[in-house]
């Protein structure tokens, strides 16, 4: 009989889940040198960074689509060859269209290891999914800290970008390793009939959780991954805050799991929505160290979002699957995709009115930076609406 090391497939995804992040926390403190080195636009900044948000969704949809099939294995098998890949050709690259295809690349190995991972640990850990799915997810901002901490201290040694990106490769060697020969479990908890899974999107709930999916997405890594450009004349480190963020959203994720069973998912996500608006909202006015306690609130915002989306799914929308797992997380970061170029427009349209009115250097982008904030604190007002809403309906309508 064939052993089955849970313990270490589950650590695999852990190290794949700070691969996975480590890219975006790496790429926030690089635009900046992209910019400089490749004479890049903010626009074209928001394009490329677009592309890992739009690679993810479809991995995650094919994914989703072949989990049945295939399992989550070859699906981190994917992964694998996609981070090598994609790291490996952002380091050689030589401009717009290079950095496009590289990026693209790396966010198709990031959807491939959510659509392989989220299905197989709330399948693994069936009795008790939004708080295991919570504690995977600690390692998405873990790895944001690892990266931004990385990048600001490789910035102070007078390291360039290509040095912040090779890096990466240890840790994806490291989940390559561990996966590379193990026995991964049958589905044995989740619904595997493709047919059934695909029937199961059209349900209402399903449809309004895709849509709360855009939005808590585009409100915690919109936000993160214009970080630098935002707030970089704030007069705080912008690094510092995103890595101060992203360890907040590790802490509170492993320790997720009374916080769920006390308030329930529903009210967690209410919850949510109020702080991270209050959190971008502050940190559209804040300069200094007044930043900082701004971003503090934003962290207890965005902290439970995505982990408990995707748990949610899981246990109010069984019959979707892996499909409908992989499916929501691929919306998220495909709004973000979208979204990213909106925002770089955003701060170029906001730079430009700073300095119609007489704002030069530091103080022009200041304002832009605070304005573009304002414009992104619109999602987290229209969560506020919807996740009342739901919370009403499970309290008062939804089958007990």
């Not at 910019?35 to 890992?52: E, H, P, S, Y």
């Not at 504690?135 to 873990?142: I, L, S």
């Not at 999916?213 to 995103?242: C, D, F, K, V, Y």
């Not at 007044?290 to 929308?317: D, H, K, Q, R, S």
Request: with cysteine.
């Amino acid at each position: 009989m064939t052993t089955i090391n849970r313990g270490r497939i589950f650590s695999a995804s852990c190290v794949a889940l700070v691969v996975t992040a480590m890219t975006l926390g790496v790429r926030a403190g690089i635009m900046t040198e992209l910019a400089m080195k490749f004479d890049l636009t903010d626009v074209q900044l928001g394009w490329i960074a677009g592309m890992a948000f739009l690679g993810f969704p479809v991995a995650t949809m094919v994914g989703g689509l072949i989990y049945n099939f295939i399992g989550p294995k070859k699906l981190m098998y994917i992964a694998f060859a996609g981070h090598l890949l994609g790291l490996i050709l952002t380091i050689t690259a030589s401009g717009f269209w290079t950095l496009i295809i590289s990026t693209f690349c790396i966010g198709f190995a990031n959807g491939s290891v959510e659509a392989a991972c989220n299905p197989l640990i709330a399948d693994i850990y069936h009795k008790n999914k939004t708080t295991m799915l919570n504690r995977f997810h600690v390692w998405f901002p873990g790895g944001i800290v690892i990266g931004a901490l990385m990048s600001a201290g490789l910035s102070q040694l007078g390291m360039g970008w290509e040095i912040k990106i090779a890096i990466m490769l240890l840790p994806t060697i490291v989940y390559g390793y561990m996966i590379f020969g193990q026995t991964f479990p049958e589905m044995e908890n989740t619904e595997v009939d493709t047919a059934i899974n695909l029937r199961a999107l059209f349900t209402p709930l399903y449809i309004f959780m895709l849509i709360c999916m855009t939005l808590t997405a585009t409100t915690e890594l919109g936000t993160q991954q214009w970080i630098e450009r935002i707030l970089g004349n704030s007069g705080a480190h912008p690094m510092l805050i995103l890595a101060m963020v992203t360890g907040l959203m590790a802490v509170g994720r492993y320790f997720a799991g009374p916080i769920i069973h006390a308030f329930n998912p529903a009210g967690v996500l209410l919850f949510s929505a109020i702080m991270a608006f209050l959190g971008i909202y502050l940190m559209s006015i804040a300069s200094g160290p007044l930043v900082y306690a701004a971003a503090i609130i934003f962290a207890l915002g965005v902290t439970y979002f995505w982990p408990t989306m995707i748990g949610f799914v899981g246990e109010n929308c069984p019959k979707t699957g892996a499909l409908g797992m992989s499916l929501i997380g691929g919306v998220g970061m495909f709004s973000v995709s979208m979204w990213s170029p909106v925002i770089g427009g955003w701060l170029e349209s906001a730079r430009a009115d700073a300095l119609a009115n007489g704002l030069v250097g530091e103080a022009a982008e200041l304002a832009a930076g605070q304005s573009t904030l304002a414009n992104i604190s619109l999602f987290p007002i229209v969560l506020i609406v919807l996740f009342t809403g739901l919370l009403i309906y499970k309290r008062k309508f939804a089958p007990k």
